[in-house]
């Protein structure tokens, strides 16, 4: 089959795709045609089958027919400007995380209604959808309710995915991301980018910064599972979903103060101190409004797996980036 992976060059969209070039199967079929797509050309892994790299915008029109035209049976949809990002620049914001959703969503419509063509797509959200006042545990019931235009945007996605879904142009499913951390490379503008940076820099013995106090707790998980929880998705008999198309991926709720501790563990006094405390308000008051811990008990009796500890978040990260860490 053909899989359709579009921003394939972000930084989970390289490490998805280079385990399903390496793989050659997803969901238990074989792939044939690897279509890589994001505003620059991505690039493109060792891979036996056909490949096809695109630079490509899928808010500007006509781009989403382009990329479907080989029909993709899977398509990974990964492609956002990241939350930070999106606060600051509010027409790049929805209209890379809306307009786009949109145009593809329509895309694969449209091509619906010439031949029988029903394709499973695999979204990328987040828990960013929702927002304080919040429970102490966020059960999969709870109320979408964003305070961020990032969140605001998936939240509308969901329910795109949801509606295409009912309607069969489509065979959806969101999977709703924790905060991903250890990143590898540099920052990105995420709002979310210190949770990495305060592990990521001490580790390759650089400085980090920390705008926020210790006691900030998250939901977390690393890139290794994220890439994991894609595959898996796309590998899941979407009936047992029901009408509720995205999912709340399992994490593990720590504190700043718990990063800095699994830290210690693993590299030592030295490390924690390169890390510099510069209170920043902006960022304080956007986390302030995010979610802190889960019940994803639904997404765990599914098969998806996560971390349970910074330990073994930066384990992860030490045997997945190890050109990364310092000597």
């Known amino acids: 089959m053909d899989v359709l992976v ?8 390289r490490k998805l795709v280079s385990k399903l070039a390496a793989g050659g199967v997803v969901g238990g079929r074989v792939i044939d045609r690897l279509i890589l797509a994001d505003v620059v050309a991505p690039e493109a892994p ?18 989403a027919d382009t990329l479907l035209a080989t029909r993709p049976q899977l398509i990974f949809h990964l492609a956002a400007v990241v939350s930070g990002e999106a606060e600051a620049d509010f027409e790049k914001g929805y209209r890379v995380n809306l307009d786009g959703t949109r145009a593809l969503l ?3 419509r449209m091509a619906g ?3 029988s063509y029903v394709p499973k797509l695999v979204f990328a959200s987040s828990i960013a959808v929702f927002g304080a006042p919040l ?18 945007q998936k939240a509308i996605s969901e329910l795109l995915l949801a509606d295409y879904s009912r309607r069969g142009f489509l065979d959806g499913i969101g999977i709703r991301l924790p905060t991903i951390v250890i990143r590898p490379g ?7 980018g210190f949770f990495s940076g305060i592990l990521r820099e001490p580790l390759a013995g650089q400085e980090a910064v920390l705008p926020v106090d210790d006691s900030v707790r998250h939901w977390f998980a690393s890139p290794r599972a994220a ?15 029901g009408s509720r198309r995205s999912l709340t991926m399992p994490g593990l709720s720590a504190t700043v103060g718990d990063q800095i501790e699994a830290l210690r563990r693993a590299a030592g006094e030295a490390a924690v101190r390169r890390i510099r405390r510069e209170p920043d308000e902006t960022i304080a008051r956007i986390v302030a409004g995010w979610p802190q811990n889960f019940d994803a008990s639904r997404a765990a009796a599914l098969g998806f797996v996560a971390e349970k500890s910074f330990d073994e978040i930066i384990k992860a990260h030490l045997e997945d980036e190890p050109r990364s860490v310092a000597a």
């Open 6 to 13: 579009i921003g394939a060059a972000g930084m989970v969209g």
């Open 46 to 63: 060792a891979f036996e089958g056909n490949i096809d790299t695109v630079p490509a915008d899928l808010s500007e029109p006509g781009v």
């Open 186 to 192: 540099k920052p990105n503008k995420a709002a979310s």
């Open 106 to 108: 329509e895309a694969v």
């Open 135 to 152: 429970p102490e545990v966020i059960g999969e019931t709870e109320c979408l309710a964003p305070l961020t235009s990032y969140g605001t």
């Open 227 to 241: 890439v994991n929880f894609l595959l898996h998705a796309a590998g899941l008999d979407t009936s047992r979903l």
């Open 113 to 115: 209604s010439k031949e």
